[in-house]
């Protein structure tokens, strides 16, 4: 049993501008086996949470702690928090030219478990991951995410997921740019990871649909760079209906 805590987070974003503030007070607990639903409107700072978290040396953590077991992982480097258990599937993956995916999950997975998986026992994992999430095996030797279409990038973080097998999985706006049939290969990799592991989930997303096929056991809406309700899934519901208008500031009226 692990827990996941996020206390108080505030982090800014650095722009040509100077820093600017994004998390104001963040205040989450994640335990072992649970799905949080994050939800809310473009813009609120939904992916600076993740990558506040995963450690992008862009957004800078400002105060509050975040606290895995009670260790604290704002002082980890970003392979550390790797081992440590944490993965981010962010929701623009990045193209790493040169680099063929077969390597990549391989020297991902070496970091990850501390050490280099038995390569005979490693391409069978491989393969068989792949074959569940209906990914050719022809993606092995393509270098990785380059030239991958939305949906191929989004079936290769959740392969990442199934390979790497964390404690705490970050899935930013995994369900967007998926097609129906994406949505439910990509959501059956997770469910299945889920059902073999104690995992614990944070799911961002925009939109309900992905919980139509994951199941959260608490949704949170996201506005304004903090959590500003908390709820079981038919909060999503909720939101299906009425959208963020409740949450989001209405202008100042002219005075
Ligand atoms: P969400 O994921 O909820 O759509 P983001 O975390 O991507 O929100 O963005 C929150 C706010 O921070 C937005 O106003 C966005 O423009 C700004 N922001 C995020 N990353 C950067 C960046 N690298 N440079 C400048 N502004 C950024
Ligand atoms: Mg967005
Ligand atoms: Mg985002």
């Known amino acids: 049993m692990a827990t996941l805590e996020i206390k108080d987070l505030h982090a800014s974003v650095t722009t040509e501008e100077g820093a600017k503030e994004i998390l104001k007070g963040v205040n989450l607990t994640i335990k072992s086996g649970e799905t949080h639903a994050i939800m809310g ?3 609120s700072g939904k992916s600076t949470l993740s990558y506040a978290i995963a450690g992008h040396p862009k957004y800078e953590v400002t105060s509050g702690e975040v606290l895995l077991d009670g260790e604290n992982v704002l002082e980890m480097s970003v392979d550390e928090r790797a081992r440590a258990g944490l993965f981010l599937a ?3 993956p990045v193209e790493v030219p040169g ?3 077969s390597n990549f999950l391989r020297t ?5 478990r501390g050490e280099a998986p038995k390569l005979r026992h490693w391409v069978k994992e491989v393969k068989e991951e792949m074959g569940k999430l209906e990914i050719s095996h022809e993606f092995a030797e393509r270098s990785v995410n380059e030239g991958f279409s939305g949906g191929e990038k989004k079936r290769h973080e959740i392969l990442q997921l199934a390979l790497l ?3 705490f999985a970050i899935l930013d706006e995994t ?7 994406a949505l439910r290969i990509v959501s059956e990799g997770v469910n299945q990871y889920k059902a073999s592991s104690e995992v614990g989930v944070m799911l961002i997303t925009h939109y309900t649909r992905i919980l139509r096929h994951i199941t959260p056991d608490f949704v ?3 506005a304004g760079g903090k959590i500003v309700e908390s709820g079981g899934k038919e909060l999503a519901d909720e939101l299906e209906e009425n959208g963020y208008v409740k949450y989001v ?3 100042e009226p002219a005075s």
């Open 90 to 92: 962010m929701q623009y």
């Open 108 to 112: 991902a997975a070496t970091a990850v």
């Open 220 to 222: 949170h809406v996201f």
């Open 99 to 101: 680099v063929s995916m």
């Open 41 to 43: 409107p473009n813009g």
């Open 175 to 181: 369900d967007s740019g998926l097609d129906v049939d």
């Open 249 to 251: 500031g209405k202008p």
């Open 165 to 167: 097998k964390p404690k």
